[in-house]
T-cell receptor, first 114, second 114 residues
Framework: NAGVTQTPKFQVLKTGQSMTLQCAQD?????MYWYRQDPGMGLRLIYY???????DKGEVPNGYNVSRLNKREFSLRLESAAPSQTSVYFC?????????????FGPGTRLTVL | AQSVTQLDSQVPVFEEAPVELRCNYS??????LFWYVQYPNQGLQLLLK??????LVESINGFEAEFNKSQTSFHLRKPSVHISDTAEYFC????????????FGQGTELSVKP
């Protein structure tokens, strides 16, 4: 039982390049989330998916797109990377998607945009 | 809208000393409250949460937090810390019915020294 896995662990991009961050969970959870973590700002929600086939914007969605490929996988895409998107990205999942649910986090992807 | 303030960005303590990590929140509606912990180079994991009932909640590794509605606080305490408690601690809130959209504080780095 691997929990939440993320690939890649590290990535360096040049301004304007695109890339997709992958996330998968094996806990049969319905809801999945993408956060970014920046020093002194905690974690901020980028997008979330309450259930398979649905996605919605979080607090900081600009510059990102997401795809809920199936119940297990939730990907985050940067179409044209900018230095402001340098951050650590975390994927999380929860069983039902209710406010009281515990969220389970992956190990993160450290992205640098030059 | 909700916001969370963690009053200390860094807290250095000696092993076996008590510690308190402070968290205050702002919200016009009732909220659920969470503490998550991030050990070095790992994702976040739930430490404890308050949903309703007794205002004092405990974790399995000796931490406790008390919900104080009048002071809008949810401070985290441990009477005697270990080296292994060195980590970053995040306070988070979400209103009921918001589908798990957590609002995080800035984080507090707890550094336990021998």
């Amino acid at each position: 039982n691997a929990g939440v896995t993320q690939t890649p662990k590290f990535q360096v991009l040049k301004t304007g390049q695109s890339m997709t961050l992958q996330c998968a969970q094996d806990m049969n959870h319905n809801s999945m989330y993408w956060y970014r973590q920046d020093p002194g700002m905690g974690l901020r929600l980028i997008y979330y998916s309450a259930s398979e086939g649905t996605t919605d914007k979080g607090e900081v969605p600009n510059g990102y797109n997401v795809s809920r490929l199936n119940k297990r996988e939730f990907s985050l895409r940067l179409e044209s990377a900018a230095p402001s998107q340098t951050s650590v990205y975390f994927c999380a999942s929860s069983e039902i998607g209710k406010s009281e649910d515990t969220q389970y986090f992956g190990p993160g992807t450290r992205l640098t945009v030059l | 809208a909700q916001s969370v303030t963690q009053l200390d960005s860094q807290v250095p303590v000696f092993e076996e000393a008590p510690v308190e990590l402070r968290c205050n929140y702002s919200s016009s509606v009732s909220v659920y409250l969470f503490w998550y912990v991030q050990y070095p180079n790992q994702g976040l994991q739930l430490l404890l949460k308050y949903l309703s009932g007794s205002t004092l909640v405990e974790s399995i590794n000796g931490f406790e937090a008390e919900f104080n509605k009048s002071q809008t606080s949810f401070h985290l305490r441990k009477p005697s810390v270990h080296i292994s408690d060195t980590a970053e601690y995040f306070c988070a809130v979400t209103p009921p019915g918001q589908g798990g959209k957590l609002i995080f504080g800035q984080g507090t780095e707890l550094s336990v020294k021998p």
